[in-house]
């Protein structure tokens, strides 16, 4: 990782009670906590959010949530968001096919409407250069009222927050999730310019073709 964490003793006693509540969730820390942890009083606002984002009174149905965090997970190459993320969609009952065939939910029928227009304006807020369409637009109103519609886009923005900080620092998965096809998406290819002057660029994935995922927990 980028960054290194502290010995558990040397984070102020406020943020070990975070610790001992993520052990006590998960058996164990996480490891993005000690990286947020080095700046307290930051780490202990984004847990406060993340706390009220997954509240059990939350408007959104509790695995049409992790959905979404796993499918932008999978978007922004956050290996332990995917890995946690999908252990979490599991204890929610989603079934095993289901969960593996979410990067590539456009061709599968296990999805439902709500969840279609959930993941598809997921997908236009997170990835660079797309846009909420009208039709997007369209769909989200027909499935969710606006309380949801503002709480679903609070989330789509925590998790894009979470997932790329965790991708830029290259936290590892933590082993939460045993199903070894929930991965992240594959990197954009990378293409030569042209006149042989050796720069390289990253096209735009396209939402349209989406190949099978490479790595992950």
Known sequence: MLVTPKPLSAYPWFIRLFFWKQKRSYG???????????????FAALALLYGALNRRGSPLDPALRSLVTVRISQINHCAFCVDVNAATLEKRGVAAEKIQALHRWRDSGDFT???RAALDYAEAVTRTGE???PAMAAALTGQFDEDQRAELT??????NMSSKFNA??????????HLPEV???????????????GALESPLPSREREGPASAGG
């Open 28 to 42: 164990k820390v996480l490891e993005p906590g000690l990286l947020w942890g080095r700046s307290p009083w930051v």
């Open 113 to 115: 409407a709500a969840e």
């Open 131 to 133: 846009a909420v369409t």
């Open 154 to 159: 609070g989330l789509i923005a925590f998790q």
């Open 168 to 177: 830029a620092l290259e936290v590892p998965p933590q082993g939460f999730c």
């Open 183 to 197: 991965t992240v998406d594959p990197a954009p290819e990378r293409e030569e310019a042209a006149e042989g002057k």
